[in-house]
């Protein structure tokens, strides 16, 4: 010992008063001094004998909220059901009671969610079918509405030449003004008419009410002629415009009657606040106003007048403007 150097007397030392059972920490691994190690608690130790044991996966997810989940997009429902439709239908057709009898519609929506309602039997029987349905108005639908005649419009020859300026300075109610018009204009208030006559002999009447009162104002007109010294006839009378109006009393689309009938129909209402529906048969020509009036003209008889509204009320009904 005595000529041993200093560092071997030192290890015999610590050889010597080491003792390895009494201090096991000796051989414990140290960390780094720049980290900390979490001290652990009762509670950390109850939760990570938890988290260290293996879970079961569970594969029932019946109890499993789906609702967070966003629905499927149409695109995607037309995609799979282009996809596979035959055996999506009989799935549905196997797993799902039929519905046909008891008349309810059953959306998608409520086959996605199992907790969704579902119709009960006594409910089926009392509700009507929810499909989806237009209401179509019956072209024989009956409006009873009945155009009124608001003038008519007739011709006649007289067959005989006329002095026009001679009938205007003799006549009553008779003006004639050749620069303007080439014709007499004559009143008479019984019925109450007006009166064109040319130098030809040719006369048309306007402004009656009726077909016997059109005549009859036609026939005034060619007495008064007469008592003037000219040999004037009553030929060849006829009725060549008759003009009838009504109201529907309900407004009108006009820019969805125009689409629709664009064929008969033209509508400028900057132009016109009227819409012109040119009918083929009868050939009438009707006005028709977004308030519900309607002015018919064209006919040569009455009949027309009455057919032609009979066939556009239908449609003027399928055009009307909800209240």
């Keep these: 010992m005595e000529g041993a150097s200093p560092l071997e007397r030192y290890l015999e030392s610590c050889s010597g008063q080491d003792d390895f059972s009494a201090s096991p920490h000796l051989f414990t691994p140290m960390s780094p001094y720049d980290v900390e190690l979490p001290i652990q608690t009762a509670e950390d130790g109850v939760f990570g004998s938890q988290l260290s044991q293996p879970k079961e996966l569970h594969t029932d997810f019946s109890s499993v909220d789906l609702s967070f989940l966003p629905d499927v997009t149409q695109e995607n429902k037309e995609q799979n059901l282009s996809e596979d439709g035959h055996e999506t239908q009989k799935e549905l057709d196997g797993s799902l009671p039929s519905n046909k009898d008891s008349g309810v519609f059953m959306d998608e929506s409520s086959l996605s969610h199992p907790g969704a309602a579902q119709p009960s039997p006594g409910a089926s029987a009392m509700c009507p079918p929810l499909t989806p349905m237009t209401p179509m108005t019956p072209a024989s639908e009956s409006p009873g509405i009945v155009p009124q005649l608001q003038n008519i419009v007739s011709t006649v020859n007289l067959a005989c030449k006329l002095d026009l300026k ?68 009553f030929l060849d009378f006829k009725i060549q415009n008759m003009v009838g109006s009504c109201d529907v009393r309900f407004p009108i689309r006009l820019e969805g009657l125009v689409l629709t009938h664009q064929q008969f129909s033209s509508y400028e209402p900057e132009l016109f606040p009227g819409l012109i529906y040119r009918m083929v048969k009868p050939r009438i020509v009707l006005l028709i106003f977004v308030s519900g009036k309607v002015v018919l003209t064209g006919a040569k008889d009455r009949s027309e007048i009455y057919e032609a509204f009979e066939n556009i009320y239908p449609i003027l009904r399928g055009f009307k403007k909800p209240s």
């Design 166 to 233: 001679n009938i205007a300075l003799h006549a009553r109610n008779a003006e004639y003004n050749p620069k303007r018009f080439a014709a007499v204009i004559m009143r008479i208030r019984e019925p109450r008419t007006t009166a064109l006559i040319f130098s030809s002999g040719k006369m048309v009447c306007t402004g009656a009410k009726s077909e016997e009162q059109s005549r009859l104002a036609a026939r005034k007109y060619a007495r008064v002629v007469q008592k003037l010294g000219f040999p004037a006839k």
